[in-house]
């Protein structure tokens, strides 16, 4: 527990300074060969646990300490630590004992009294600190506050849900490959396997409890492939039909990419700005034993990729600020500002406006984010109808449409993550 702690606490120092969580962890995992697959899992769940609460943890150590901790490094290995002792099974006395000497071997030996006095005091005081805490909502919710209060404005019957649902852990969804098996025929096996599952969309099975990719029957034969059951919608609305040109834009890693092709025979030409991505996508294709054009550009410079020929479908999966997605991606509380939303919807207008002059007349394109914010959504789409007289949005099936929110968004709930789709058609 000793190391596993020191390495968690680079790694969320890590996020806060601005990085990525995936790909820090990788880091870590070639910085540190030795460690067993148990370690390096308890690794994980201290990143993403401290980060999935941080803001909450940050108040509950306000009140336990007299005045604001300077040192990052130690603060983080105290949230590390109450992390621990609020929703983990290890002992108490091992993980204060083994915080006292993380701090030491991170240069604070002298800090060893303070550590060791905050997290017996937590345990002594646990349910009042706990109390105190939660008065304000950034302890309640573990959100940023600037982030509580958008939701609160847009969804103010939703919005606490919401935050709850992101805050617990994604469930673990499959799309199954309609070439090569059903739902029904797909449990059959799980359950021969003993794994616990069950349908929850066309062709979503959800696993009951956590399993590695590895060992699920069929995976590496191309039978199913893990996708939120949300991002699931996206192949069906665009209603794409054997022999159609199609466009998949910011196609990485190749999930919608595979749905499509898996449910009709398409030209289909999937482009990203990152060739390192494109490998992933080629990766599912191969896998799945798929086949389409990839090309590494920028999509709005159709000079750098487009042939001059029209697609009769367009995906248009636009960078967002990934806010529906948080609970699989618990940095991203840490790595937005709420300048960000401004900032992502002037790049989502750029791409529309590109995409629009790809897509043939009677098209159609589907506008697709992992987010919640409307600024980056309905506001988007409502924008770009106003600008385009030849684009008309059509209706969404009633599996996408929720009374009391907009058309289109889906919120993260226990079956999926938080989503938004528009259809539009050039006419």
């Known amino acids: 527990m000793l190391e596993v702690q020191q390495i968690a606490c680079a790694t969320v120092a890590a996020v806060r300074a601005g ?25 994980n769940d201290l990143s993403y646990g401290t980060l999935r609460f941080g803001f909450q943890l940050d108040c509950i150590l306000a009140e336990l300490l007299n005045k604001p901790m300077q040192d990052a490094d130690l603060r983080w290995l105290l949230l590390i630590a109450l992390y621990q002792l609020e929703h983990t099974r290890a002992a108490p006395y091992a993980i204060v004992d083994h915080a006292v000497r993380s701090a030491a071997a991170l240069g604070h030996a002298h800090a060893g009294g303070l550590v060791n006095a905050v997290l017996r005091n937590f345990l002594r005081k646990r349910e009042e600190v706990l109390a105190k805490a939660k008065h304000s909502d950034v302890g309640r919710f573990a959100f940023p506050q600037w982030w509580i209060a958008r939701l609160c404005t847009q969804y103010p019957q939703h919005y606490a849900a919401m935050l709850e649902a992101c805050n617990t852990h994604p469930p673990l969804t499959l799309r199954v490959n309609c070439r090569r098996s059903t739902v029904a025929d797909y449990l059959a096996e799980l359950a021969r396997h003993d794994i616990a599952a069950a349908q929850t969309g066309a062709w979503a099975v959800r696993i009951q409890h956590p399993v590695a990719v590895e060992r699920l029957p069929g995976f590496s034969a191309g039978v199913v492939s893990v ?16 022999g159609m040109r199609v466009l998949d834009a910011c196609a990485a890693p190749g999930g919608k990419t595979t749905h499509l092709l898996e449910r009709a025979e398409l030209d289909l030409v999937a482009v990203d700005s990152d060739a390192s991505r494109l490998a992933r996508v080629q ?9 389409a054009t990839l090309v590494a550009a920028d999509v709005q410079a159709l000079g750098s990729w487009w042939d001059g020929r029209p697609f009769e479908r367009i995906l248009a999966d636009v960078p967002c600020t990934a806010s529906g997605v948080v609970r ?25 406006e590109a995409l629009w002059q790809v897509l043939a007349s009677g098209g159609k394109l589907l506008y697709a984010t992992c987010s919640v914010f409307d600024e980056e959504n309905t506001r988007q789409i409502d924008d770009f109808l106003a600008r385009h007289a030849d684009a008309r949005r059509l209706p969404l099936s009633e599996a996408v449409s929720t009374n009391g929110i907009p058309e289109g968004q889906l919120l993260p709930d226990n079956e999926h993550d938080g989503f938004f789709y528009a259809l539009l058609q050039k006419i």
């Open 283 to 291: 990766q599912n294709l191969d896998r799945l034993q798929l086949k």
């Open 328 to 352: 699989r991606h618990p940095d991203i509380k840490w790595l937005r500002r709420a300048v960000d939303i401004a900032r992502f919807a002037t790049q989502q207008r750029a791409m529309l």
């Open 19 to 43: 990085r990525n969580l995936n790909v820090v962890l990788a880091e870590q995992r070639a910085r540190h060969p030795q460690l067993t697959s148990q370690q390096l899992g308890a690794v």
């Open 227 to 242: 996708q939120d059951a949300a991002a699931q919608f996206a192949a069906p609305l665009l209603d794409a039909q054997n």
